[in-house]
T-cell receptor
């Protein structure tokens, strides 16, 4: 039973447009959420996070939105750049446990 | 430079052999983690350690063993009991094991069992 789901395995977006990556979770006990970015053959790197007491967190081109009632979070990247092409994992945390989604491969096309 | 190192990047072993993957960090982090990544799946937690000489099983610990004799090092042994060991293994560390502590990942080791 997947507690954290990223239903889109891949996404293609034109350079300069907005990329929206989605993540759904089932456990209402999760109180902290993170997005990681991963390039091939490298470890994931932390991108942005949000606490369950907030509904939005912004850092430059990256914004994470949290909808607790829908148990849904999304990552917006605007404008999308070629270097954004990577796999993006969302993760949800409760106490000392962190659960990762299966990832979405984002491709930015010229 | 502070960071997490994993070696080697690629590792090949014959079926039935134990193999140990190295993970070293110089970030002075208390907590360390091992994950495996399989195609189409998220990162799954194998073992984690909140402090030296202590470690806990994660979601898929069967067939694996770890040790934490030093703060900087958290080696993972993939034993012959692990039924499907071929995977990409990622080590991570965080300041502590709290839910809001960002985990920093190493570059990973791709293990292929022939």
């Amino acid at each position: 039973d997947q507690q954290v789901k990223q239903n889109s395995p891949s996404l293609s977006v034109q350079e300069g447009r907005i990329s929206i990556l989605n993540c759904d979770y089932t456990n209402s006990m999760f109180d902290y959420f993170l997005w990681y970015k991963k390039y091939p053959a490298e470890g994931p790197t932390f991108l942005i996070s949000i606490s369950s007491i907030k509904d939005k967190n912004e850092d430059g081109r990256f914004t994470v939105f949290l909808n607790k009632s829908a148990k849904h979070l999304s990552l917006h990247i605007v404008p999308s750049q070629p270097g954004d092409s990577a796999v993006y994992f969302c993760a949800a945390c409760s106490a000392s446990k962190i659960i990762f989604g299966s990832g979405t491969r984002l491709s930015i096309r010229p | 430079d502070g960071g997490i190192t994993q070696s080697p990047k690629y590792l090949f072993r014959k079926e039935g052999q134990n193999v140990t993957l190295s993970c070293e960090q110089n970030l002075n982090h208390d907590a360390m983690y091992w994950y495996r990544q399989d195609p189409g799946q998220g990162l799954r937690l194998i073992y984690y350690s909140q402090i030296v000489n202590d470690f806990q099983k994660g979601d898929i610990a069967e067939g694996y063993s770890v040790s934490r004799e030093k703060k900087e090092s958290f080696p993972l042994t993939v034993t012959s009991a692990q039924k499907n060991p071929t995977a990409f293994y990622l080590c991570a560390s965080s300041i502590a094991a709290g839910s809001t502590d960002t985990q920093y990942f190493g570059p990973g080791t791709r293990l292929t069992v022939l």
